[in-house]
Nanobody
């Protein structure tokens, strides 16, 4: 069974950067995506990356400040978040997805437990 473990969240100030990590253990047939859920809001997609990093996709305005990448040797997917804003405050999750150049298929497999990101103004 595939397990996903997120790390790297924390409390930062507006304008700061954070790099989230999603460590994947076990063999996965799927790509990896990042999602976030703010208090009182629905979970929303952020970005995804193909198994070999050959494709990336960003939802909404994520491409403007976020960068997704992966290290195959470490089985880890990263989400670099720059110029953070208070509205980026949320629990960030990684999950198994289907990733294509212009869309992401959700709920294909495992989810991580989430990591909290809090951005103060």
């Amino acid at each position: 069974q595939v397990q996903l473990v997120e790390s790297g969240g924390g409390l930062v100030q507006a304008g700061d950067s954070l790099r989230l990590s999603c460590e994947v253990s076990g063999f996965s047939h799927y790509d990896i995506g990042w999602f976030r859920q703010a208090p009182g809001k629905e979970r929303e997609g952020v970005s995804c990356i193909g198994k070999n990093g050959e494709v990336t996709y960003y939802e909404g305005s994520a491409m403007e400040r976020f960068t997704i990448s992966r290290d195959g040797a470490k089985n880890t997917v990263y989400l670099q978040m720059d110029s953070l804003k208070p509205e980026d405050t949320a629990v960030y999750y990684c999950a198994e997805v289907g990733c294509f150049s212009d869309y992401m298929i959700r709920n294909l497999g495992s989810w991580g437990q989430g990591t909290q990101v809090t951005v103060s103004s």
